[in-house]
Nanobody, 113 residues
Framework: QVQLVESGGGSVQSGGSLMLTCATS?????????MSWYRQAPGKERELVAK???????EYADFVKGRFTISRDNTKKTIYLQMNSLKPEDTAMYYC??????WGHGTQVTVSS
């Protein structure tokens, strides 16, 4: 069974930084999957934040371009989301996703003004 475990969330002030980590289960064929970060704020739809292909190509939502960086370590079967210049509107539950079908349980990010 594929397991995705997010960590690194927390509470920061506006302008601060956080790094999220998503670790996958040992038997998962990580290197074959594109990986994504999504977020969902209360009362809002879940939205794509960033995606990285199995070859390392990246895509970002316009609202995080220049502030967030997604990366992956195929040896550790882990992806990261470095979040800089955080804003209160970045407050949300952040979810890791593997391919089209596997989701983690999320990690909360709260940014105060």
């Amino acid at each position: 069974q594929v397991q995705l475990v997010e960590s690194g969330g927390g509470s920061v002030q506006s302008g601060g930084s956080l790094m999220l980590t998503c670790a996958t289960s040992p038997g998962f064929t990580f290197s074959m999957y594109y990986m994504s970060w999504y977020r969902q704020a209360p009362g809002k739809e879940r939205e794509l934040v960033a995606k990285i292909t199995n070859t390392g190509n990246t895509e970002y939502a316009d609202f995080v371009k220049g502030r967030f960086t997604i990366s992956r370590d195929n040896t550790k079967k882990t992806i990261y989301l470095q979040m800089n210049s955080l804003k209160p509107e970045d407050t949300a539950m952040y979810y890791c996703k593997a391919g089209p079908q596997y989701w983690g349980h999320g990690t909360q990010v709260t940014v105060s003004s």
